[in-house]
C-alpha cells in the first residue's frame, strides 16, 4: 500500500543483518502506517465511543495497542522499551497516541534490523508457552491487525469513510485495485 504520508517511509525501513527477516521488518513499518492511518480517521471526539456496552472505547483500543505493543517487545522479545509508566503520552488524544505509536516503533525496527538468526529462532516464554520469537513477532502483527479491524468496524459504525490497509475499500479505491470480488479475478494465474 501507498500512503499519502506515511509515517515511517520506505526509505526509513533499516536494511535487516539477516536478508530472510527483511519482509519482516518492512511488514512491521507497513503495519504501523497501516494502523497510523485507521487512527488518523478518528476525532478526539470519538475517544469514548464504544458500539456496544462490553466493547472497548476507542481510547482504550489506543492506549491497549501502545501498552501490550511495549510488553511484547520488552517481555516477550527481550528489547530495551521505555517504562510500561511512560509509554501513553501526556495528554490521550488521537494525534498524540499516534505520534506516540511512531515514536515507539521507529527504535524497534533497528534493534530487529541487527539481529541474527539465532535471536530470531530463540525459544522464550511467552504468557503461559515457549516460542521462537520470529513465531512472537508475528503474533504481535496480527494482534494489531486485529485491533485495527476492531477500529475499522467502529469507522464504519459512525458512518465514516474506512481507509485502504491491505487493498481498496467501499470508500477509497485508485485505478488498478482489485478486490477480488469474482471468480474470474480469482481463476487469475
Known amino acids: 500500500m501507498k500512503y499519502a504520508a506515511p509515517a515511517i517511509a520506505e526509505a526509513e525501513v533499516p536494511r535487516a543483518a539477516l536478508p530472510f527477516a527483511q519482509p519482516m521488518l518492512d511488514t512491521y513499518a507497513s503495519e504501523t502506517n497501516k494502523t497510523c492511518a485507521v487512527w488518523s480517521c478518528f476525532a478526539d471526539a470519538d475517544l469514548a465511543y464504544a458500539p456496544h456496552p462490553r466493547a ?10 501502545l501498552l501490550s505493543e511495549r510488553r511484547f517487545f520488552a517481555e516477550f522479545l527481550g528489547t530495551a522499551e521505555p517504562p510500561a509508566e511512560a509509554v501513553l ?13 511512531v515514536e515507539l516503533a521507529r527504535p524497534r525496527l533497528a534493534l530487529l534490523a541487527a539481529q541474527d538468526e539465532a535471536w530470531w529462532l530463540e525459544r522464550v516464554p511467552f504468557f503461559d508457552v515457549v516460542r521462537e520469537r520470529a513465531w512472537i513477532f508475528w503474533r504481535r502483527v496480527l494482534h494489531s491487525a ?9 469507522l464504519r459504525l459512525l458512518d465514516r469513510p474506512v481507509p485502504p490497509t491491505y487493498g481498496p475499500t467501499a470508500d477509497v479505491s485508485w485505478t488498478g485495485a482489485d478486490p477480488t470480488n469474482s471468480v474470474e479475478a480469482a481463476g487469475r494465474k
Open 56 to 65: 472497548s472505547s476507542v481510547a482504550t483500543v489506543l492506549k491497549h495497542q
Open 89 to 101: 503520552p501526556a495528554s490521550v488524544n488521537v494525534e498524540a497516541c499516534r505520534l506516540r505509536f
Open 146 to 154: 486485529h485491533h485495527r479491524t476492531q477500529l475499522t468496524v467502529y
